[in-house]
């Protein structure tokens, strides 16, 4: 098993200390080669579920199991080392840094694993040319289309050749073609035994996950098995 | 597919650093103007101060020359005036009798004509101004009249004292006069009582001399003296060789050494005796040290107001760059704060991706250090050129070290740099420590 969720609560402190919840006792198993869809309206917990199964945000209660690992039993040092080495990112907004060009966007997830070597440079260009950015390579993002955009995202995300990928809504700013050549090279990941968590409220993308949950005021609705 | 051809890029902070100081250039460029301007005034102020106090020391050095030469010709104003209220000094036989001398108002004893030149080509430092005389007081038949008649040569050279003489060893300014070959100088009473002026031609008991000039009224008894070549009053008197005084000027530096001319005299001429005349012996020593002490007053008080002037400049220095540091800060504070909150996805998003808070702290810390090296190089640079610029010291006169002084120039590297740092960690820390997880929501 890659990602083990299990148990998770999550508020968050509002005004007057009224506290909202985010996730109400939620378990998720992802395994290798799987790629999996989290479904619901804005609001319904999704990204803080991502967040919480990426390492980023504690959970009131419950564990996450990365690779067995429990990630919030580790310090934070060692939090950060394992999300550099075993998880990608994917964001609606791509982040990508603005002032350097792609080829060094997709490299530099190598400074916090301190992994950069010209065998990874050498991983860097091949991404580029399989997602054909070739002639972009020495481009700025602010010279990019968005689709592009996102696949440098997509491409720093896989760099490291992380055991799980997380996407949070990774084609809400996309056209319908350039969400289907993301969607297919998230795919095309999992395909290759990478472990995929998805969460989108666009309920298209179903179709390309092995399973897809249905959240609603932080908790599961309900799960289709889409094989 | 691999790409090929392209230059590796050099992925680690300092490449981070750099892209975004060349992305953002005017952001650095006003960060490290600030602080180009703190350390520029840390250091200008400083040289400022120093040239200023050099240029200073320089004009006071002139100006004190030009006090001194100007002291010194009061001195020599007052020397002269002193010289010319007459001889302090009389050398006489040892032989002589004082109330005889009294009486008679001359002496009657007698030294040779060679025993002035024996002092004059002595070493003797105290006397000056020698001068022979012989005279006695005759009847003057031609007259009918008693006179005094003096015979003078002029004064004699001490040549221990050159800068008083000309190249023909004459004095520059005698006390008096040499009377020329085959004439006579006149007290005014005589000159008045028998109506004769200059150009007459008089006769003293047999020798024929034209009237040279007139002397003022003086109220002693040169009034009543006729002044004559000494080897014709010699031969009038019948003294051939022979002098009965030597006048002379005691030359004081110090009312300490009054008294020493009397053992100087007695080492030369054992058989002279000398009277000073002690009242005009003091108040030269006493104006000459007058001169002296305003001198040294003028000096001093100069010297407290170019002090108090210094002071002033300092607290003024000292004031104006705690200012200009204090301002540096808050603007490399909010720039730093203002790029931070610029960047606060691409740090989300950095921290998402494995980033510890280290990192993003040096990314930040890197940033603002290189701002404050940059600025501590231009600001030395820039502040030392300023600085000599505005005190209007000259370095080939004053020496480049002696304004800008090497601890100087290492604590303004040093300065830059720290202040940055300072200014900057407070920020630098707060970026490190933003919850990505909180930014990442935001979308």
Redesign the interface.
């Given at each position: 098993m890659v990602l083990s969720i299990s148990g998770i609560n999550k508020s968050y402190k509002k005004v007057k200390n009224e506290a909202v919840k985010a996730l109400d006792n939620v378990s998720l198993e992802i395994d290798q080669g799987e790629l999996v869809a989290v479904n619901g309206p804005s609001g319904c917990g999704k990204?803080?579920l991502l967040?919480i199964a990426?390492g980023?945000?504690y959970p009131d209660q419950g564990e996450v199991l990365l690779d067995n690992t429990n990630l919030y039993d580790i310090s934070?040092?060692e939090r950060?080392?394992k999300?550099?080495?075993k998880i990608?990112?994917v964001?609606?907004?791509f982040?990508l840094?603005?002032?350097?060009?792609i080829?060094?966007n997709i490299?530099?997830?190598?400074?916090?694993?301190n992994s950069?070597s010209?065998s990874l440079?050498?991983r860097a260009?091949?991404l580029?040319?399989?997602f054909n950015l070739?002639h972009r390579?020495?481009h700025k993002p602010g010279e990019l289309s968005t689709g592009e955009r996102q696949r440098v995202a997509l491409a720093?995300?896989l760099i490291n050749e992380p055991k799980i990928l997380f996407a949070?809504?990774p084609t809400g700013n996309l056209d319908d073609d350039n969400a289907g050549i993301v969607l297919n090279y998230i795919s095309d990941f999992a395909k290759e035994g990478g472990a995929v968590l998805l969460v989108t409220h666009d309920g298209r993308i179903g179709k390309h996950a092995h399973r897809t949950y249905k959240m609603k005021d932080g908790s599961f609705l309900s799960n289709t098995l889409n094989v | 597919?691999?790409?090929k051809n392209?230059q590796?890029?050099k992925?680690?902070?300092w490449?981070?650093i750099k892209?975004?100081l060349?992305?953002?250039k005017y952001g650095f460029i006003t960060g490290v103007l600030s602080l180009v301007i703190a350390t520029a005034g840390f250091v200008g102020s400083i040289v400022l101060l120093k040239g200023d106090e050099l240029a200073t020391e320089q004009l006071f050095i002139e100006k004190e020359r030009e006090l001194r030469e100007e002291m010194l010709q009061l001195e020599d104003d007052y020397r002269v005036i002193m010289r010319n209220m007459g001889y302090n000094v009389l050398i006489l036989n040892k032989e002589q009798s004082l109330s005889e001398l009294e009486s008679n108002g001359y002496a009657s004893t007698y030294l040779n004509y060679e025993d002035v030149w024996k002092i004059a080509e002595s070493d003797m430092k105290t006397l000056n101004h020698l001068m022979p005389v012989l005279q006695e007081k005759i009847y003057w038949e031609e007259m009918n009249i008693e006179i005094f008649l003096s015979g003078i040569r002029g004064q004699v050279p001490v040549y221990s004292k050159p800068r008083h003489l000309t190249d023909d060893d004459e004095y520059r300014s005698p006390i008096m006069e040499r009377v020329p070959e085959g004439k006579a100088d006149l007290g005014e009473e005589i000159a008045v009582s028998l109506n004769l002026r200059p150009g007459d031609i008089i006769n003293v008991k047999g020798e024929k001399f034209e009237v040279n000039r007139v002397y003022a009224r003086r109220g002693t008894r040169d009034d009543m003296s006729v002044w004559v070549p000494l080897d014709k009053a010699q031969s009038i008197l019948g003294r051939p060789g022979l002098i009965n005084g030597i006048l002379a000027l005691e030359c004081v530096c110090a009312t300490e050494m009054l008294g020493q001319v009397k053992e100087e005299v007695a080492a030369i001429l054992p058989h002279a005796q000398v009277f000073e005349f002690s009242s005009l012996i003091a108040a030269r020593a006493d104006v000459r040290q007058r001169a002296s002490k305003l001198h040294e007053e003028i000096i001093s008080a100069e010297r407290l107001h170019q002090m108090e002037l210094r002071e002033e400049k300092e607290r003024l220095a000292s004031l104006l760059v705690l200012v200009l540091i204090f301002g540096s800060s808050v603007w490399i504070f909010v720039l730093i704060m203002n790029n931070i909150r610029e960047r606060k996805?691409?740090i989300?998003?950095?921290?998402?991706?494995?980033?510890?808070?280290h990192?993003v702290l040096q990314i930040f810390l890197g940033k603002s250090a290189l701002m404050g090296i940059v600025a501590g190089i231009i600001g030395c640079i820039s502040g030392a050129w300023l600085g000599i610029l505005w005190s209007g010291a000259d370095p080939a006169y004053t020496g480049f070290e002696n304004l800008v002084s090497l601890p100087v120039i290492i604590l303004g590297l040093f300065l830059a740099p720290v202040l940055a740092l300072t200014a900057g960690f407070l920020p630098s820390v707060m970026a490190a420590n933003q919850d990505?997880?909180n930014i990442?929501?935001e979308?």
């Open positions: 990204t803080t967040l990426g980023l945000l934070a040092n950060d080392k999300r550099a080495e990608g990112f964001f609606q907004q982040y840094v603005p002032y350097i060009n080829l060094e490299l530099i997830p190598s400074i916090g694993s950069y010209s440079e050498k260009r091949s580029i040319g399989q070739s390579i020495h720093r995300a949070d809504e | 597919m691999t790409l392209d590796s890029p992925i680690n902070i490449m981070i892209r975004e060349k992305h953002k996805h691409e989300g998003i950095l921290r998402a991706i494995g980033f510890r808070r990192q990505p997880a990442l929501s979308q």
